[in-house]
């Protein structure tokens, strides 16, 4: 791992806000979820992901294939720590997860933002459920498309009626509102 000069000033302000909002909470749910998909235990969360075999391992149990076995072997180098989680982000776009769910390598390899790798991991298991993975869950269920279909004539009912969010002109009047323009009256008693 290289070794990165402080932050200082805004920059450190920064990492301890991100780091203050860590949670250990959810890293404990993405732990079990992580061993129960690999059988594989964990001994000291972010040391044991850091070279991305593990990583590798949990996606090729879920969809066999996505990353070359050779991946799944521990890397020592830090440059080949950063291509085995390149091989993981890789799978998991194959597997259908999106870029904004997605972290940067050095997140994981240099621990630069936990919180991302964390909430990726939280993603994949969302995604798992939505590919048919029977096993334990993580986050919530996806969504699925809601598609409506209206006919032309619930169209056109629905262009003539005034929705409430639109406002309503009952009730508003400017009865006892003086004209724009004119000065204030004051009366002496």
């Not at 279909?149 to 639109?166: H, P, Y």
């Not at 508003?172 to 009256?185: D, E, F, H, L, N």
């Given at each position: 791992?290289?070794?990165?000069?402080?932050?200082?000033?805004?920059?450190?302000?920064?990492?301890?806000?991100?780091?203050?909002?860590?949670?250990?909470?959810?890293?404990?749910?993405?732990?079990?979820?992580?061993?129960?998909?690999?059988?594989?235990?964990?001994?000291?969360?972010?040391?044991?992901?850091?070279?991305?075999?593990?990583?590798?391992?949990?996606?090729n149990r879920l969809q066999p294939g996505l990353v070359p076995a050779k991946y799944e072997r521990p890397q020592s180098f830090p440059i080949r720590q950063i291509e085995t989680v390149g091989?993981?982000?890789?799978?998991?776009?194959?597997?259908?997860?999106?870029?904004?769910?997605?972290?940067?390598?050095?997140?994981?390899?240099?621990?630069?933002?936990?919180?991302?790798?964390?909430?990726?991991?939280?993603?994949?298991?969302?995604?798992?459920?939505?590919?048919?993975?029977?096993?334990?869950?993580?986050?919530?269920?996806?969504?699925?498309?809601?598609?409506?279909?209206?006919?032309?004539?619930?169209?056109?009912?629905?262009?003539?009626?005034?929705?409430?969010?639109?406002?309503?002109?009952?009730?508003?009047?400017?009865?006892?509102?003086?004209?724009?323009?004119?000065?204030?009256?004051?009366?002496?008693?």
């Amino acid at each position: 791992m290289t070794t990165r000069a402080n932050k200082s000033g805004i920059n450190a302000d920064m990492v301890k806000k991100r780091e203050a909002t860590y949670s250990h909470e959810d890293e404990g749910k993405a732990r079990g979820w992580l061993e129960a998909v690999s059988g594989e235990p964990i001994e000291g969360f972010f040391e044991t992901l850091k070279d991305g075999s593990y990583l590798c391992r949990v996606l090729n149990r879920l969809q066999p294939g996505l990353v070359p076995a050779k991946y799944e072997r521990p890397q020592s180098f830090p440059i080949r720590q950063i291509e085995t989680v390149g091989q993981y982000l890789d799978g998991c776009r194959k597997y259908g997860m999106e870029e904004k769910d997605l972290f940067v390598s050095v997140d994981l390899v240099e621990e630069q933002n936990k919180n991302m790798v964390l909430a990726s991991i939280i993603s994949l298991g969302r995604l798992a459920q939505k590919h048919g993975y029977e096993g334990p869950k993580l986050g919530p269920k996806e969504a699925e498309a809601n598609p409506r279909e209206f006919t032309e004539d619930q169209l056109k009912q629905g262009r003539g009626e005034i929705g409430l969010q639109m406002g309503s002109n009952k009730g508003a009047t400017q009865a006892g509102m003086s004209p724009y323009g004119k000065t204030r009256q004051i009366y002496q008693s």
